[in-house]
């Protein structure tokens, strides 16, 4: 019984430090500051959609036709932006994945470019582009699924819009291209016409010259003879 009677009283005071009231010496402030090792300075971060405006902006998940297995791969969740270049007028269709911000697609909307409804399901749709997400100019087949059929249905009337527009100022551009090109001919065949009537009458007036100094001659041979 005593051997028991001394056994017992190592847990309780084991248990009592641990459970000892903090000391004063415990809870001082130092008041001791530590200097961090590297100052980290603040970076300004670019996208690379500084000069572009967004006309579009919706969530959705974005897939790739892969050629070689037949089978459409993923390319990511985000949100699939149309922006357009303040200067230019260009749009372009860029998506980031969310959480790494990566680029999955990227690429202008052109004139001849069309957005198809998938068949068996009205949530998405899907179109061929030249894109560069990649770092590399490459055709791709991009199918894309929204969460509601109005969404879905906004992309592709928005994407039509942008492809007819930039049809059209593709087709003023060539006009005005055709009018200046048109312009400067008719402004060199003036010039040409000018220099041609100007040669006329600088030859015309060399002819009298020539005359007029003949018929001169003519009359001193005469005068001459007589005497």
Known sequence: MATDAKADP????REDDDNAPATAADDEDTGAQVAPIVKLEEVAVTTGEEDEDPILDLKAKLYRFDKEGNQWKERGVGNVKLLKHKVNGKVRLVMRQSKTLKICANHFVIPT????????????????AADFA?????????????????????????VQDVAESQGKK??????????????????????????????????????????????????????ASKA
Request: a negative charge.
């Open 10 to 13: 190592e847990p309780h005071c």
């Open 113 to 128: 470019m069309t957005v198809q409804e998938h068949s068996g399901n009205d949530k998405s749709c899907v179109w061929h």
């Open 134 to 158: 990649d770092g590399n100019l490459k055709e791709e087949m991009f199918c894309i699924r929204f969460a509601s059929v109005e969404n879905c249905k906004t992309f592709m009337e928005r």
């Open 170 to 223: 593709e087709e003023n551009k060539d006009a005005t291209v055709t009018a200046d090109l048109l312009d400067k001919l008719s402004v060199g065949e003036s010039k040409s016409d000018g220099k041609e009537e100007d040669t006329v009458v600088a030859s015309d007036t060399k002819e009298a010259v020539k005359d007029e100094a003949k018929t001169e001659e003519d009359k001193k041979d005469e005068a």
